[in-house]
């Protein structure tokens, strides 16, 4: 259940990366797994996420895969998650899309397909224009977005609240934007580099992301 909580606060925290980027897992402050994302930006101005993540150490090894696209305001299009876990020989797939009404989701455990809608009343925050975050806007120190997102687990919608917290030096040539994510009495925090990349990233559970290279 720690690792399903990590997993969903990791998405929800603002990704940019031009080519793909390797994370290393860490759980308790042991090496847990690795992590891969890759950002490629659209015709409309919006971009599509996707990261791949595999968990080794654990009891029950899990891999997961996602892409999400967003438009150019930052709000989710579709979404596609699938999480295996060979141990338990499970896999779970959910392809979810949003207009205006809220989401449609297709959620799929082996056994067939089940179609659920997730209404979500018009006019209700969606902008997640912290996905653009020190790429194509520049926050102001305290800046605070409150967005609904879609919850890929229960397939619920959740309020997220993102703020920008401070700008910290961490050597003597860069510097680091500090953003923490709340969702409900969990929250994450994480530091991004000058352009807007994902250096570190940690939840309350003890769970921790480091990035190695920006390379593949």
């Known amino acids: ?18 080519a793909q980027v390797k994370f290393l897992i860490y759980a308790d402050g042991l090496r847990a797994g690795e ?3 890759t950002q490629k930006f659209n015709a409309d101005g919006g971009k599509t996420v996707e990261m791949r993540l595999e968990t080794f150490s ?17 709000i989710a299009t579709r979404k596609i998650q699938e999480i295996v876990i060979p141990s338990l020989r499970m896999r779970r797939t959910v392809i979810a899309e949003f207009d205006q009404n809220g989401a449609r989701a297709i959620l799929d455990r082996g056994n067939g397909r089940k179609v659920l809608k997730a209404p979500l009343v018009e006019g209700s925050p969606r902008f997640m224009s912290s996905e653009f975050w020190f790429l194509k806007e520049q926050p102001p120190l305290g800046a605070q977005l409150l967005a609904y997102n879609f919850n890929l687990e229960n397939l619920e919608w959740d309020v997220l609240e993102t703020t920008y917290v401070e700008k910290i030096a961490i050597s ?6 500090k ?8 929250t994450t925090v994480a530091f991004f580099d000058e352009e807007g990349g994902l250096l570190w990233f940690e939840d309350s559970n003890g769970y921790r992301l480091e990035r190695v290279s920006a390379g593949s």
């Open 1 to 18: 259940m720690k690792l399903r909580l990590f997993l969903l606060l990791l998405i929800a925290v603002p990704v940019v990366a031009r």
């Open 35 to 37: 992590a891969f994302l």
């Open 58 to 74: 654990m009891a029950r090894p899990v891999t997961v895969r996602q892409t999400s696209t967003y438009n150019a305001k930052g």
């Open 172 to 177: 003597r040539l860069a510097s680091a934007h």
């Open 179 to 186: 953003v923490t994510v709340r969702n409900g009495d969990r």
